[in-house]
């Protein structure tokens, strides 16, 4: 295949938006109607009606006796920490590759996040990494299920039980999965869910925690709400906040979940074909599919790029799908190394004191992790994954197509690779949504390094955003 790259001023593969997320129809409508008539709006009494319908319905899905709704992922997982008793001057174990929100939520127990190195051939929490930083201060890992992969449970289970220590696992970004046929968040004492935008279960905003621990469930609930309980004298030493979810959120969440295993199975029989197609290109290698996810579910289909093999860069390869009409990313940048997580924050920087440890880089050692999201991550947005088989056959045809001339564009100058850029945000993004253009333009800032092209890239995006607003 040597038609010319749209990056460097040839026909684009792909022309027309994917399928739209997130997807409603009437079922939401009504559902919202009834809200608004009922007047019975907020979290309390919480769990409010809804919210116990989606919480029953949501342990069933996944195989706990309890699921506690919250107002966010985040919420969802320092609930957890808290429930477990999770405090000042412990250490809490965590993937250096994640969202920052996995890290955030163990400072927010006044606990020190300590950043395990990932396996190589599925992004997820290396468990030998992990038992090496285990000390006497370590109270619990938190293993994330990245993109569309599961960590290894059966390994971090018997590492925690070994060390007696608690999982708490983060399935923001798996929610439906199975492993071994159970459903993830049922193998830590404590799981936790995402519901916000981009979700593949989604209300805008919302989470939930899961487990099988009649204690842990009351004492999740009193955190949640003001310290109110169910029941039961369980929750006597903690404070509560406000951290309920909203009937209106519930009422979409349970429409949204009628779907949620038909969009995660075709999802899955997508990235299988994907699969198939990219083990025949050179240089490209899917994230591994572990057989024993026995229901797979995915956020972000990942696959890796190798520079050498193919003669470009993963940037350069990330641009020129871009070009193609693909979105994709390259995913979170390891926590400690992010400007969402400042290690020189007042908050790390007193964790860190409070377990006597150095609140620098030094204590933060992820080859895998670096390598992966420096030069190797591409992800494709589970959106691309959910259309008819044409939108897929565009996937593949531009992956296959930038992969044919990986060579030409490595060759190209820089200054021509610039003007093909402009050229390409005049000729298309102009005509989509801002939020689409934001988002791209911040894909292409992480892909391109440097401080000129930086400045670049923002003055991309304001000619962009200004012809818009015009
Ligand atoms: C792995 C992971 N953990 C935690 C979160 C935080 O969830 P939320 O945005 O709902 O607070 C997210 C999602 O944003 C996530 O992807």
């Known amino acids: 295949m040597n038609e010319k790259l749209s990056l460097l001023g040839g026909d684009p593969v792909r022309k027309q938006p994917f399928a739209p997320w997130p997807v409603f129809d009437d079922r939401e409508r009504t559902a919202l109607e009834d809200v608004l008539c009922s007047g019975n709006w907020g979290g309390s ?33 320092e ?10 001057g412990d250490e809490v174990i965590v993937p250096a590759l994640t969202y920052h929100a996995t890290a955030y939520a163990v400072v927010a127990c006044m606990a020190r996040p300590v950043f395990a190195d990932v ?24 293993p994330v299920h990245y ?40 193998y830590g004492a404590l799981g936790c869910f995402s519901f916000q935008s981009l979700k593949s279960l989604t209300a805008g905003e919302g989470g ?61 029989k997508h990235a299988e074909r ?7 290109i050179p240089g490209l290698t899917p994230t591994a599919a572990d057989p024993r996810t026995t229901r797979p579910a995915t956020y972000v289909w990942f696959f890796k790029v190798n520079a050498s093999v193919l003669n470009v860069s993963r940037n350069l390869f990330a641009l020129a799908l871009m070009a193609e009409g693909i979105p994709c990313s390259i995913g979170d940048e390891p926590v400690f190394r992010s400007p969402l997580f400042p290690l020189e924050s007042r908050e790390y920087r007193t964790v860190c004191e409070l377990a006597g440890a150095a609140p620098d880089r030094s204590a933060c050692r992820c080859p895998v992790a670096e390598r992966l999201y420096d030069h ?21 045809t531009a992956i296959e197509k930038v992969a044919a001339n990986a060579r030409t564009l490595q060759r190209a100058k820089l200054g021509l690779l610039w003007r093909a850029l402009e050229r390409f945000w005049h000729e298309h993004e102009f005509l989509l949504p801002l939020e689409i253009v934001l988002e791209r333009a911040r894909c292409y800032r992480r892909c391109i390094d440097g401080h000129r092209a930086e400045c670049r890239v923002h003055l991309l995006m304001k000619k962009a955003v200004d012809a818009m607003v015009r």
Request: aromatic share 4%; charged share 25%.
């Open 45 to 77: 009494p919480s769990p409010n009606r809804k919210a116990a319908e989606l919480a029953a319905r949501f342990a069933a899905i996944h195989d706990t006796l309890f699921a506690i709704p919250t107002s966010s992922g985040t919420a969802a997982l």
């Open 79 to 88: 609930v957890a920490l808290k429930a477990l008793g999770v405090g000042p």
């Open 119 to 142: 396996c190589l051939d599925t992004a997820c929490i290396d468990p030998d990494s992990a038992a090496r930083l285990i000390t006497s201060r370590t109270r619990a890992i938190i």
């Open 147 to 186: 993109g569309a992969a599961i960590a290894d449970l059966d390994a971090l289970a018997e590492l925690a039980r070994s060390r007696s220590l608690a999982i708490v696992e983060d399935c923001c970004e798996a929610v439906g999965a199975q492993w071994r046929g159970r459903g993830v968040g049922s």
């Open 208 to 268: 939930m925690i899961t487990t099988s621990d009649h204690v842990l469930a009351q004492r999740c609930q009193a955190l949640i709400n003001g310290r109110r309980r169910l029941g039961d004298d369980c929750a006597e030493s903690l404070l509560g906040a406000n951290y309920r979810i909203t009937e209106w959120q519930c009422a979409v969440l349970l429409a949204q979940l009628e779907r949620l295993p038909a969009q995660n199975e075709l999802r899955w």
């Open 274 to 280: 994907l699969r198939a197609a990219l083990e025949r």
């Open 376 to 396: 190797e991550l591409l992800g494709l947005p589970h959106q691309c994954l959910l259309g008819e088989e044409q939108d897929l056959d565009d996937v593949i």
